[in-house]
């Protein structure tokens, strides 16, 4: 059983420190840097435009020499750097000016309109030949048992509200979530997925029911096991942080004074420095007092304000453009008003302390409460966060990977929402009508021959069926419309996929969603728990969702075949060929090897699991 959500060694807030060694200006981060390529302009540096890395070294200035060292507070892992939340919009929204400028957009209006003509051929053709436009055979399939189904599934969710009450009892100190809290959260979502399972057997339903109640049966499990395993993990931090007041405290009384003379003592300190700092000359880095550093943020250094954001940029993993208090002006109307506000590290009062020993131990201190508290507007901090409201509107949130704040919209437009209700609905028609017409007619039986229900399920499947219209229907209506409900900002449910070249970057871009929640809480988790290579964690990645696929198929075909599990741990090879650098060169070459995969996976599947 694997220690969950310990989150990757991946690097925290730097903050900058200036010492009076020449002039030298420390980034104590618990990142690393490495040489960067300073710009000069007038004789100064422009550290803005430096290209930082993340290995240790030193950047060489007019002014001085600016090393970035590597620096991290006890205990604190970054939980939250695994995996990040920005407000964005998918790309097929009618607001991304984006896409709406791009060059091919008009072959999007032309898709929509050829599928059209095609349910408006198909119900004539149908009223031609039988009398009635549409067949309800289909219907009657998945709406057989319709209310036990509908009861089964909101009793399971509302189940997954016992997450709360088992939050506080850890909160409170009654049980420690590693390792029993953890142990009794894998026997719960191992009953529950068990239970649900066990239940479409019992009512004997088909493939339709069955389905649904053991995927959403699948993802309330992934919900619930990162919300407890995030606040599980934090009430270990809280817990921590805690200790380590109670050594702050004991220092400063051992320091002579106790707390409030401490707190006086470190006022005086950082008056000093900033102090040193306005009367230092323009244009060059104020010097500290021999013997004193500043372990906080170094205001009114030119240096320190531009390799700040810099740093930032490496130790997080996103642009450091991205991190600018306002957003740029092509972002989407959506994207502007819900932007986040740069994340500043917490500054604890008693980090400027001259005594080397307080000011370390308060350092730690700020790390953990920067860890315990929300980067968003809000700056919630655990355990504000656990209660049944914050778990009802985490539920309604389209992910699966949980987070004490996430970035929001400012209000819920109700032309959108009547918007994705009617492409839903109109999306499914054409989903049902393509199943019905065109599927079901072609379901393989032993005595056909494979070569012709490929070709014949070739076309249906790939381009109308599972990754064009299932997409649409799920990624851009469904998850947008809850994404609207919840006033959740971040939509970027998929990337391009269907530009993928290799299979490595379809697994990332294709379900969002789930990738996000396999990434920090299976490839992040597994390689910090057990120290293993990213190979292993990637082999185990794709193990994971593997088995995950194969067992939806099970409970669908009512057989265990083990074809789609096998087809999925194949990837990972056709990964390492499409890294050689002459595959990865041709680009159009891999897309098409990417197509044409999928193209003949799903009716091969089809073939395997109904004929065999």
Known sequence: MSKPLQGTELPSVPVIQVSDEAPVLKANGHGHASHAHAHTLHGHTDVRTADI?????????????????????????????????????????????????????GFYTLFWIAMFLLILRTFVTSYEQNGYPLSL?????????????????GLMVLSTGLCVPFIKVIQRGWIRYWPLGATLQYFWLTATLV?????????????????????????????????????????????????????????????????????????KAREKHETSTEDSPIGTPALVPEGATTKGYAGGNPIAEGLRPRLMAVVEGTPAAS?????????????????????????????????PKISELAEELGALEQELTSVGPNRVRWPENVTFLSFADYMLIPTLVYELEYPRTDRIRPIYLVEKTVATFGTFTLLYTVT?????????????????????????????????????????????????????????????????????????????????????????????????????????????????????????????????????????????????????????????????????????????????
């Open 323 to 355: 991190r600018a208090a306002t957003p740029p002006p092509e972002q989407s109307k959506l994207e502007k008003k819900p932007y986040f506000p740069p994340i500043e590290p917490y500054h604890h009062p008693l980090a400027d302390h001259p005594n």
């Open 436 to 612: 019905e017409h065109y599927i079901m007619p072609l379901t393989p039986h032993p005595d056909q021959s494979f070569f012709r229900s490929l070709i014949d399920l070739a076309l249906p499947f790939m381009t109308q069926l599972c990754y064009i219209i299932l997409f649409y229907l799920i990624f851009e209506c469904i998850c947008n419309g809850f994404a609207e409900l919840s006033r959740f900002a971040d939509r970027q449910f998929y990337d391009d996929w269907w530009n993928s070249v290799t299979w490595d970057e379809f697994a990332r871009k294709w379900n969002k969603p789930v990738h996000t929640f396999l990434l920090r809480h299976v490839y992040a988790s597994t390689i910090s728990s057990y120290k293993i290579s990213k190979t292993s964690a990637m082999w185990i990645t794709f193990m994971v969702s593997a088995m995950g696929h194969e067992l939806v198929m099970a409970i669908v075909t009512k057989k265990l075949r083990m074809y789609l599990f096998l087809m999925q741990m194949c990837q990972i090879p056709m990964i390492f060929l499409g890294r050689i650098p002459a595959v990865r060169r041709n680009k159009t070459l891999g897309n098409v090897v990417f197509w044409m995969g999928l193209m003949a996976g799903f009716p091969l599947l089809c073939v395997a699991y109904v004929a065999y």
């Open 53 to 105: 890395s993340s290995k240790g070294s030193k950047i060489e200035t007019a002014e001085g020499t600016i090393h970035v060292q590597p620096f991290r507070p006890r205990g604190s892992k970054h939980l939250r750097a695994v995996v990040s939340f920005t407000p964005r919009i998918s790309a097929f929204d009618r607001e991304n000016e984006t896409s709406g400028q791009d060059q091919f957009r």
């Open 137 to 153: 055979a289909f219907a009657s399939l998945f709406s057989r048992d319709a209310k036990t189904l509908a009861l089964s599934d």
């Open 195 to 267: 239970g649900a399972i066990t239940w479409t057997f019992n009512r004997q339903w088909p493939w339709v029911q069955s389905g649904f109640l053991t995927l959403h049966a699948m993802v309330m499990c992934m919900k619930v096991h990162s919300y407890l395993a995030v606040n599980g993990y934090l009430s270990d931090v809280h817990r921590q942080a805690e200790k380590l007041d109670l050594q702050l405290r004991a220092a400063c009384v051992a320091e002579g004074g106790g707390w409030e003379q401490a707190n006086e003592d470190a006022t």
